[in-house]
Structures are given as structure tokens and as C-alpha cells.
């Protein structure tokens, strides 16, 4: 079955709207990683659900609209929908997200600072047996006794008990 000029149009300026559309998600996606994902691993796997998100998306579409045909233009119109967002509106976005994001991090690490402040402060106060440890020094051990000391003593009593 052949499509009119007007369907494929049609199609078309539909794909460019698809495109845009994947890069307003991309840029969702973009804020996320940015908060959340520190490691090359969980970018990688972030990506790639994303790619499989819009790829599967493309491909209901190019079911919907091209009778189950992919077409080579409706990919394109896709594509240059994708670039044209990420090089106007996603510039755009990036410019009110990243500051409000790095602005985020460092207020939750002055917040995490002042929590650990504060629990150091409460372990040092409340009980000096869990913050000695820390120190090296035994959980049970006192300054004035030594493990040497202890096991001087036992071979003693052993001594004095084989006496007896």
C-alpha cells in the first residue's frame, strides 16, 4: 500500500514532534543522572534504558502512523527533531537545572557535615568507650592494664596451681 505525499508529510512533521518530545525526556533523564548516578556503570545503564524507551517508542510510532513500514524519513525527522531540542530548549533547560543541582548537592553535603558534627559530638560525650575505639584502643582495656601484664599473671597462676 502506497502513502500520499500528504501522509508522509504528515508523518514526517509528526516525527519531528517525536523528536523533540525524546529530547525534552532525555533532558529528564539528564537531571536524574546528574543527581543520582556518580559511576560510568549506572550512566551507561541509565542511557541505555533510554535508548531502548525511545526505540521502542519510534517503532509504535512508525506502526501507528506508517502502517507497520519503517521508514528511513521518519527516522531522520526524529533525529533532527532529537538535535534541534537538545541544541535550543535543552541548552535552555540546562542552564536553570545544572546551577539548581549543584546548589542541591552542596546543601545536602553542609547538612550531612553538621549531622555527623553532631553525632561525633554525642558519641563523645555520651560514651567514650565508642569513640576510644577509633584510637586503638581495646573496648575493655584500661590505661593501667596491658595484655602483656594479663598474661604474665595467668602463666603464674598456672605456676602456683601446679604447685599445689
Same mark, same amino acid.
Do not use: W
Given at each position: 500500500?502506497?502513502?500520499? #505525499?500528504?501522509?508522509? /508529510?504528515? *508523518?514526517?512533521?509528526?516525527?519531528?514532534?517525536?523528536? /523533540?518530545?525524546?529530547?525534552?525526556? @532525555?533532558?529528564?533523564?539528564?537531571?536524574?543522572?546528574?543527581?543520582?548516578?556518580?559511576?560510568?556503570?549506572?550512566?551507561?545503564?541509565?542511557d541505555?534504558? @533510554?535508548?531502548?524507551?525511545?526505540?521502542?517508542?519510534?517503532?509504535?510510532?512508525? *506502526?501507528?502512523?506508517?502502517?507497520?513500514?519503517?521508514?528511513?524519513?521518519?527516522? #531522520?525527522?526524529?533525529? %533532527?527533531?532529537?538535535?534541534?531540542c537538545?541544541?535550543?530548549?535543552?541548552?535552555?533547560?540546562?542552564?536553570?537545572?545544572?546551577?539548581?543541582? @549543584?546548589?542541591?548537592?552542596?546543601?545536602?553535603?553542609?547538612?550531612?557535615r553538621?549531622?555527623?558534627?553532631?553525632?561525633?559530638?554525642?558519641?563523645?560525650?555520651?560514651?567514650? %568507650?565508642?569513640?576510644?575505639?577509633?584510637?586503638?584502643?581495646?573496648? #575493655?582495656r584500661?590505661?593501667?592494664?596491658?595484655?602483656?601484664?594479663?598474661?604474665?599473671?595467668?602463666?603464674?597462676?598456672?605456676?602456683?596451681?601446679?604447685?599445689?
Amino acid at each position: 500500500m502506497e502513502l500520499t #505525499f500528504s501522509q508522509q /508529510t504528515t *508523518a514526517f512533521l509528526y516525527s519531528l514532534i517525536f523528536g /523533540t518530545a525524546a529530547g525534552l525526556f @532525555y533532558d529528564i533523564f539528564k537531571i536524574i543522572r546528574m543527581t543520582f548516578c556518580k559511576s560510568k556503570i549506572s550512566v551507561f545503564v541509565l542511557d541505555l534504558i @533510554y535508548v531502548l524507551i525511545v526505540s521502542l517508542n519510534l517503532f509504535i510510532f512508525s *506502526a501507528a502512523y506508517m502502517f507497520g513500514f519503517v521508514r528511513v524519513f521518519v527516522m #531522520f525527522g526524529s533525529i %533532527i527533531g532529537f538535535l534541534v531540542c537538545r541544541l535550543t530548549v535543552g541548552r535552555l533547560l540546562s542552564l536553570v537545572y545544572c546551577p539548581l543541582i @549543584y546548589f542541591g548537592e552542596r546543601i545536602c553535603v553542609k547538612i550531612s557535615r553538621k549531622i555527623k558534627k553532631i553525632l561525633k559530638k554525642l558519641l563523645k560525650n555520651s560514651n567514650k %568507650i565508642l569513640y576510644n575505639v577509633n584510637k586503638n584502643k581495646g573496648i #575493655f582495656r584500661n590505661n593501667d592494664n596491658n595484655s602483656v601484664e594479663k598474661a604474665d599473671s595467668f602463666k603464674n597462676e598456672k605456676k602456683h596451681n601446679e604447685r599445689k
